[in-house]
């Protein structure tokens, strides 16, 4: 394979199952040639599909692609609770679960949906008292993190199936940035008084970004998919196209004045010719940079 050249961008991998998210990192910087890569989004390493890099400059960029919505396809055990409420964990009880039938299931995940207040899975990168809580439960504590609010805009019920004395239900989630689906199935299982956890894991969406973009790391050893910045950036942001005397304000980090960019959040801007230039972020009657590219 020829090394290719450094381009900015991002490339968006379909995580195969028991690697980190940092082992996809550390591939894609032998593919990349180079050290400046990152990732938008910790996957487990039972879990598959959707991980953002950031190659080079982009590597700027994945903070704000981290905060946004992701989705999920997922297998719940019902009948079986687990250290880590995944399959990679102890199991710590068994409840026969076969006369749970699909109305009983749908009834208990209502809760779960919308606007709700969750308590984040123990075995998370969640930092208590400067050490991650997965480390601290890892070493036999009894972690208890406080809960936070997160948005479930679907959870949705793809399939109930008989699973020995179990119940599998085979869900699609669409969730904020920060929901944990593993305490989705710790509170369905919990709720119906058998305990569940998850066997299986793939996202498949982070932001605009899905498994239609991904390829796997074999394939992207034979054919280095990068999607540039200015791909990216109308994607993943609002945009706006800036005049050329604005377009050289920006280059150089200035304040724009009496400009309206028409979207919250922080919006993508290009110059005449369609080159991304920054990020900048509305402020009244202004709009100051949160991010310059160039």
């Known amino acids: 394979m020829t090394q290719p050249e450094v381009t900015p961008g991002l490339v968006v991998v379909d995580k195969p199952s028991g690697w980190t998210s940092h082992d996809v990192v550390g591939r894609g910087r032998r593919l ?57 964990g102890e199991v710590v009880s068994t409840t026969p679960a076969s006369h749970l039938s699909a109305e009983q299931i749908e009834r208990a995940l209502e809760p779960l949906r919308g606007e709700i207040s969750q308590v984040p899975s123990a075995v998370s990168a969640i930092k208590v008292d400067g050490q991650r809580a997965y480390a601290r439960v890892r070493a036999g504590e009894d972690v208890r993190l406080a809960a936070r609010p997160v948005r479930v805009s679907e959870l949705s019920v793809r399939a109930v199936r008989p699973a020995g004395g179990l119940v599998d239900v085979d869900v699609h989630v669409e969730c904020s940035t920060g929901t944990y689906v593993r305490a989705l199935a710790r509170d369905l299982g919990e709720s119906l008084g058998v305990g569940g956890h998850l066997t299986m894991l793939r996202r498949t969406r982070v932001g605009p970004f899905t498994l239609e973009h991904a390829a796997t790391l074999e394939d992207l050893a034979q054919d280095w998919q990068v999607i540039g910045l200015d791909t990216v950036t109308r994607l993943a942001f609002a945009s706006y196209d800036l005049t050329q005397e604005q377009a050289d304000d920006v280059r150089f980090g200035r304040t724009l004045t009496s400009i309206d960019l028409g979207a919250p959040g922080p919006v993508a801007l290009f110059d005449p010719v369609g080159t991304f230039l920054a990020l900048y972020e509305q ?8 991010s310059v590219f160039v």
């Open 32 to 88: 990349a040639g180079t050290r400046k890569v990152g990732h938008a989004g910790t996957l487990d390493p039972m879990a598959t599909g959707v991980l953002l890099l950031g190659i080079g400059r982009a590597t700027r960029l994945l903070g704000q692609l981290q905060l946004t919505d992701k989705a999920y396809d997922a297998t719940i055990r019902l009948g079986q609770a687990t250290v880590t409420e995944d399959a990679e």
């Open 283 to 290: 402020r009244g009657a202004t709009a100051r940079p949160v």
